[in-house]
């Protein structure tokens, strides 16, 4: 969301464009907990233009900091899926793909969610991902929850478990932006 413009101020401009939005699904939507339709984006470009005074692509919604997931455990960057909306052939956007688990059920990731606790919560929201995607990403990682993996690596002392958390973060914060890096 820009400087100054509120949830409350946007969610007024998305009703007047046709999306029964409130200020909680604007902010459901900022987190990355909504996945919108190519419809809805347009209609949030139009609402963000009107609001902004100035012209909002669709491309600059969609071009995040974050992966994107546009099918289960395909994820592209925002770079990525912008430059695709912006014109290129849609074939450039898996070329660096990263494909995570499966749309079966795979038994790390319910490894992962077996072993899910409050602290993976924390690593994730600090991450600024969500919860599925570090499912994914731990799953492929460790095949095991980075609570389950700090466990098996530290020492049962907790200096050593804190020691382990931070290299775990480093590693999760990596094995995510490992394939933004192209784009900087």
Do not use: Y
């Amino acid at each position: 969301m820009e400087a100054g413009l509120t949830q409350d101020t946007f969610a007024a401009a998305c009703k007047r464009h046709g999306l029964g939005w409130t200020a909680t699904r604007v902010a459901q939507c900022e987190a990355g907990e909504v996945s919108p339709t190519l419809p809805t984006l347009l209609l949030l470009s139009a609402a963000l233009s009107t609001v902004t005074g100035g012209a909002t692509a669709l491309a600059d919604i969609v071009d995040t900091d974050g992966p994107v997931e546009l099918a289960p455990g395909v994820l592209v960057r925002g770079a990525d899926l912008a430059a695709v909306v912006r014109g290129e052939p849609g074939a450039s956007l898996l070329r660096d793909a990263v494909r995570i688990g499966g749309v079966t059920p795979d038994p790390v990731r319910t490894e992962v969610q077996q072993g899910w606790t409050r602290a993976d919560t924390a690593v994730c929201k600090s991450l600024g991902m969500d919860r599925e995607i570090g499912e994914r990403i731990m799953a492929e990682l460790w095949g095991r929850s980075m609570s389950a993996e700090r466990d098996h690596r530290a020492d049962p002392n907790v200096r050593s478990r804190g020691l382990a958390t931070k290299a775990l973060t480093a590693e999760l914060r990596a094995a995510a932006d490992s394939w933004a890096d192209a784009d900087e």
